[in-house]
């Protein structure tokens, strides 16, 4: 019988397990919330894989009555996050490139909706049940209560919708450092990973949250401020939107 070890990192609300051989994670959810994530995690894992973009593959999928498992082959390499400060110079411009190609995916073949017109909704509900862990914000909005986020994201909504209409990319929705894999040898990129939010949005969705994640130096020291800026100088962005950034950054403090 197949043996499994409990992994506890990330933030992810299901049971997460890897295989003793390491070629396998399962997650499995066993309330109606996070049950609906792991649906959307695995049709997108499926949708993905599918356009030999690398990826993990969907190997099994049990459901019943109390409780649903999706367990996905392992992508091979190690976390973007993991790297050592010697190699991040040097993965700076493959980790722009992987998001580049990510997004260079035709958006007429991607059935996921990420856009404005879906994610706002989503935040209005989340304030609503009381579901923002103002615990967990960025260090420019702690202090802040969630109706007053809420106020500013809706206030901005109209000029990022604006925007976001010229410029709809295949996003992966949480392009964090830990969900982008290289070879730690040769610094090639392998894939992603967490790809329950991926779907059609502003490519500035993504160029927020990997800069943010690349930044925030007491996540991931070994880069910093100046590895965010060549970080979307090597995706091609030399003059960033300033104001979309921001505004993709609050949009996640509701997730």
């Known amino acids: 019988m197949e043996q499994w070890e ?3 990192l990330g933030a992810t609300r299901a049971e997460v397990r890897r295989s003793s051989d390491g070629a396998a994670y399962a997650k499995t959810a066993r309330d ?3 049950l609906a994530e792991l649906v959307a995690e695995r049709d997108r894992v499926a949708w993905l894989a599918a356009t030999g973009f690398p990826a993990p593959a969907v190997l099994d999928w049990v459901e019943d009555a109390a409780s ?3 367990v996905t082959s392992t992508v091979a390499g190690v976390p973007a996050s993991d790297l050592a400060p010697a ?4 993965a700076l411009p493959r980790l722009a490139g992987l998001l580049r190609d990510l997004h260079a995916l035709p958006v007429a073949g991607c059935p996921f909706d990420h856009r404005l017109a879906v994610t706002v909704p989503t935040a209005v509900r989340a304030v609503a049940a009381d579901q923002l862990d103002l615990l967990d914000l960025d260090p420019e909005r702690r202090g802040r209560d969630a109706a007053s986020l809420l106020a500013d994201l809706l ?10 209409a010229h410029d709809l990319v295949v996003c992966h929705g949480d392009p964090c450092l830990p969900n982008l894999l290289l070879d730690p040898d040769t610094l090639t990129p392998t894939g992603v990973v967490d790809l329950g939010r991926l779907g059609v949005a502003d490519r500035y969705l993504d160029l927020a949250l990997l800069t943010r994640s690349a930044a925030a130096t007491d996540l991931n020291p070994q880069y910093g401020a100046e590895a965010a800026r060549t970080l979307l100088r090597e995706y091609g962005v030399g003059d960033p939107d300033e104001f979309r950034l921001s505004y993709y950054r609050l949009l996640d403090e509701f997730f």
């Open 32 to 34: 109606p919330s996070t």
């Open 87 to 90: 190699h991040v110079a040097d």
């Open 6 to 8: 409990r992994v506890t």
């Open 155 to 164: 206030a901005d909504r109209g000029r990022a919708e604006a925007a976001e």
């Open 68 to 70: 649903a498992t999706l």
